[in-house]
């Protein structure tokens, strides 16, 4: 099955406080920021993560351009993230096809939900990234203990206790 998370960029760099507070400084730092969360996300977890920002009062053409492998979509002047959104739930429902959508808009909840879409708060989205985040450290870990010490992690633990026996001596083994 073929799975999409669609993101409301705006919505969610308005609920999580560390891009709270890097979009008091400046929207565009809470915005790479935001990018760059989601793209590690992606890399995670295998989920297909596709980032909409609202260009309503900003004049111009929409542009769909592809960072870090994650798709981020800026609507065209006139055109809500909502509807934005809403219109890529379309395009990607298929019968082998899960979709989630992340905002914390209610309005915008209820209108995915009649398109088949589920929904993912802001703050479920954010659980979901840090628990990622401390799998992804997990494994690192593991991979930096491997490496410290490969001869030893690729033994059998009989093995092991045979060399410790020859170590201390005990020949007779």
Known sequence: MKEYLIVDGYNIIGAW?????????????????????????????????????????VPGLAVKLEQNRLAIYYTKEKETADERIERLVNE?????????????????????????ALRISAAELLVKVRLSRKEIGKELEKRTVSKRNSFDAALSPEIKQLFEKWRRGDHES
Request: zero cysteines.
């Open 17 to 57: 406080p560390e891009l709270q507070r890097l979009k008091e400084i400046e929207l565009v730092e809470a915005r790479d920021r935001l990018i760059e969360i989601l793209a590690e996300y992606q890399a995670y977890s295998g989920i297909r993560v596709l980032l909409v920002f609202d260009a309503y009062r």
């Open 92 to 116: 990607l429902s298929g019968r082998f096809t899960r979709i989630y959508v992340a905002t914390s808009d209610m309005v915008e909840q209820n209108v995915i939900f009649g398109k088949g």
